[in-house]
């Protein structure tokens, strides 16, 4: 038997703002919400995940529509699992995200965000398997694609050290 062979190698990705990341191969993709969202899916029969983080609900008319749009991220990271051999009924989602603190907002966008997500995945029959979503605290994800292990983290309050590179304390 060779030794080298079985267990897959994984990579470490910072999911930005406004990105849809679906990698080739078992990958750990941290990112971190305060009223963003982010979408991770999953393929129980391919054992692949892809993730999304996106701020707003939805693009109105005129507005360029990019991943930073709910209603854009969903379908597009739903279009590439499908793109790359999915089919949806084997696809779950989780959802994370959404916070809403009235001291710093003025509008709960946390909220909306939640609700975009879960009415495109509910619209494409994608089961969510589990959420954690909303309140007012922000989050750090670290989602495992080759197992569909999430870690969530929860913060009273966002450093700029939480963002990748992960500068100074943390």
Known sequence: MDNHSEKPVTRDYFLKQGYIYLPEKPTVISTVLGSSVSVSLYDKR?????????????????????????????????????????????????????????????QDIGYDNIKTARNILSRKQVKISSEDVGGELGRKIVFNTLNNEILTLKVDRLRESDWYPYEGVR
């Open 46 to 106: 391919l054992k692949t995940g892809g993730m999304n983080h996106f701020l707003f609900p939805a693009a109105d008319t005129g507005k360029l529509k990019t991943s930073l749009y709910g209603n854009i991220a969903v379908l597009t990271l739903i279009r590439m699992m499908l793109g790359n051999g999915s089919v949806l009924s084997n696809l779950e989602a989780q959802i994370f995200g959404g916070a809403y603190n009235a001291d710093h907002f003025n």
